[in-house]
């Protein structure tokens, strides 16, 4: 799979530690792998869509998987951390990236597995940024199925 998708060796021995972590715990191995690579690119701050592993894996049984890794793993960027970043190189007001972040929190179920920056750049949107910018930050595939999940 790190060969396919073209990742870094670094997100693979990352995978491999987290795998160690839920092995023999019942989860299918490609799911396990398919979300160990998904978080570790997280972690490296170089995050992946979850799309790219659906030729490999069902992307729902790898995010029952990413939710239980999710909480053993201490080091993955919160959506937040997303946000401040889009903030600070826009500028964009304090009142709306705060906005933006309960958007998130509320709807932190719904966005598990989802591209990080996409779902920051569609909640700073609906917290009341130009359109224009959401177009900047992620690919307009990715912001349509979030919007309609943080509608």
Do not use: H
Request: proline letters at 6%.
């Amino acid at each position: 799979m790190t060969a396919q998708l073209n990742l870094p060796q670094s997100c693979a021995d990352s995978a491999l530690e987290l795998t160690k972590q839920l092995a023999g715990s019942g989860y299918s191995p490609q799911a396990l792998a398919a979300a160990a690579l998904f978080l570790s690119c997280r972690m490296l701050k170089s995050p992946r869509p979850i799309s790219d592993f659906a030729d490999y894996v069902d992307i729902e049984r790898m995010r029952k998987v990413i939710r239980e890794l999710s909480a053993l793993v201490k080091n993955v960027p919160r959506l937040e951390y997303y946000v401040a970043v889009i903030t600070a190189r826009l500028n964009i007001p304090p009142a709306t990236a705060r906005t933006a972040v309960e958007l998130l929190q509320k709807n932190k179920k719904a966005l598990q597995g989802r591209n990080p920056w996409a779902a920051a750049a569609a909640a700073l949107w609906l917290s009341g940024v130009d359109i224009s910018l959401l177009r900047q930050f992620a690919s307009p595939s990715s912001i349509k199925n979030i919007v309609r999940l943080l509608k």
